[in-house]
């Protein structure tokens, strides 16, 4: 498919006004980050009916709508990604544009991750794009940069986090959160941690499930990361906003787990844990040869009830 196409230079216009909105801090630019975004997905659906080559127009003055995007797509069996997401966000801009009111920062940040993963699946297999190389020619060099402060990969980046947090107290908080959750579990994986069906990480190490494989977290540590929990729960259910503060000291609380966790010795975890694994292991195996048995037993008997009828 063209990136030329007005259509597809529109919605990936509109992607890009959306940053700007997303860094903003007035109600209003929450409500524009919805609608800016909604309108952007409807746009790119409206140019790939194009390129199947169905119309979009079902009559001389008027387009087809979402739903008759989706409805034509589906007809040509094209898969549209998250489209249960897609069809919320859809919902909500039609809310917004029939009421007062704006989205509360949650709701923001839970649709422009959304649209992010949206464009990244549909640019690269519709229009064989990189997302990161097609919106940098769209947004504002700027905003571009303050919204990728929201997703650091390493320690570095997690500090800028500081700068962001500033500016969006939530998003930099829980970006901090998105970053600790994929640190503790590359550490669960490397200490030969990752068996069974565990609680998430923060739960084993607050409740000391970890200590007998090594890894006991000094006091301070631990009453800062119940802390830092405390207000990531608090903020994530919309009962509270983070301070700056708040979040720098999360961040803070982060770092000090990780130096933690990079002075512990995995091999030897890793060597602790290797009862448990092998004992859950073996439960597993059983589990499926008696699984198998139990299927084994069961098919002369639906032979004969088949027989019989």
Avoid at 18 to 38: F, M, P, Q, T, W
Avoid at 112 to 141: C, P, R, T, W
Avoid at 251 to 258: A, H, K, N, S
Avoid at 273 to 283: F, G, L, S, T, V
């Amino acid at each position: 498919m063209a990136i030329e196409s007005p259509l597809f230079q529109s919605a990936m216009e509109l992607l890009g006004h959306s940053l700007s909105h997303y860094n903003g801090k007035k109600e209003l630019d929450r409500k524009l980050v919805i609608l800016h975004l909604a309108n952007s997905i409807e746009l790119i659906l409206k140019d790939l009916v194009l390129d199947s080559g169905e119309s979009i127009y079902k009559n001389p003055k008027e387009t087809i709508t979402i739903q008759g995007c989706l409805s034509a797509l589906e007809k040509h069996e094209i898969e549209v990604p998250f489209l249960n997401k897609v069809e919320l966000l859809i919902d909500e801009r039609n809310a917004l544009q029939h009421r007062f009111g704006s989205p509360n920062e949650l709701t923001s940040i839970f649709y422009m991750n959304i649209a992010q993963e949206f464009f990244k699946q549909v640019l690269k297999k519709h229009y064989g794009q990189e997302y990161d190389e097609i919106i940098s020619q769209f947004a504002e060099e700027q905003d571009l940069a303050v919204y990728n402060l929201s997703n650091p990969s390493n320690d570095q980046e997690l500090e800028k986090l500081q700068e962001l947090a500033k500016i969006h107290p939530l998003g930099a908080l829980l970006s901090a959160w998105s970053y600790f959750e994929k640190t503790t579990e590359a550490f669960m994986s490397e200490a030969g941690l990752d068996f069974g069906r565990r609680r998430p990480f923060m739960m084993e190490l607050t409740r000391g499930r970890l200590a007998h494989y090594g890894i006991a977290l000094p006091e301070q540590l631990l009453l800062k990361i119940q802390t830092m929990r405390h207000i990531r729960n608090m903020s994530a259910h919309g009962r509270s906003e983070p301070t700056k503060e708040e979040v720098v000291e999360t961040i803070e609380t982060i770092e000090e787990l990780e130096q933690y966790l990079q002075s512990l010795d995995k091999d030897e975890i890793s060597e602790r844990a290797r009862p448990d694994k092998e004992e859950y292991e073996e439960k597993q195996r059983e589990y499926l040869k008696e699984r198998e048995a139990l299927k084994d037993r069961r098919q002369p008997m639906m032979e004969f009830d088949q027989i019989d009828d």
